[in-house]
């Protein structure tokens, strides 16, 4: 395990901090409502939250329009079921933006339609990230598990259907 330091009686590891602030606080910040940036942001700018990207997938390859990770629309927001593989540190993170269709591919002309990016709490007992050791006994990637997690629409991150374009912004 790489070194740390305590924050708030957790260890914190630099890495931890990295995706949220160089990635995923500046993609809040540019899409996300008032009532996100106001929630998330601040303990962004602490090192006090982690955050991790969820865009590859176990049978997409390099292709990431190809995503098979799905969210339908359910009463006042969304149910999120696929896998997420690749994931840097989601078993130590506190929430995952995901990219996930919320259009069915045969909706749509071109796979980088229809899909959209979701903020999700990691500690959701329908989530599951599981470490995938290297040969060194380390673990810093994981393969998450989204089992039908319901994400309020408060959680979606910019627009339904624009999550190609706000994902390639990063």
């Known amino acids: 395990m ?9 260890i914190v ?9 160089r990635q995923s606080g500046p993609v809040i910040a540019k899409f996300g409502t008032v009532a996100q940036k106001q929630r ?6 602490r090192g006090e939250l982690g955050f991790c990207i969820g ?3 176990p049978d997409s390859g390099s292709d990431l329009a190809s995503i098979s990770s799905k969210a339908t629309r359910d009463t006042d927001g969304w149910l999120l079921e ?7 540190s989601a078993h130590e993170h506190d929430w995952i933006i995901v990219l996930c269709r919320t259009t069915p591919r045969d909706e749509v002309d071109d796979k980088r339609q229809g899909l959209s990016q979701l903020i999700v709490d ?7 990230a599981t470490p995938i050791p290297f040969i060194d006994g380390t673990a810093d990637f994981c393969e998450v598990v989204f089992d039908q997690v319901f994400v309020p629409d408060e959680l979606v ?8 374009a706000q994902n390639t912004s990063e």
């Open 2 to 10: 790489q070194p740390g330091y305590e924050l708030m009686g957790r």
């Open 13 to 21: 590891r630099p890495a931890m901090v990295v995706v949220a602030d």
């Open 40 to 45: 998330f942001l601040p303990g962004i700018c």
């Open 55 to 57: 865009m590859s997938e």
């Open 82 to 88: 696929g896998t997420k593989i690749w994931t840097t």
């Open 122 to 128: 990691l500690k959701d007992p329908r989530v599951r």
């Open 157 to 164: 991150l910019g627009e339904i259907g624009q999550g190609w």
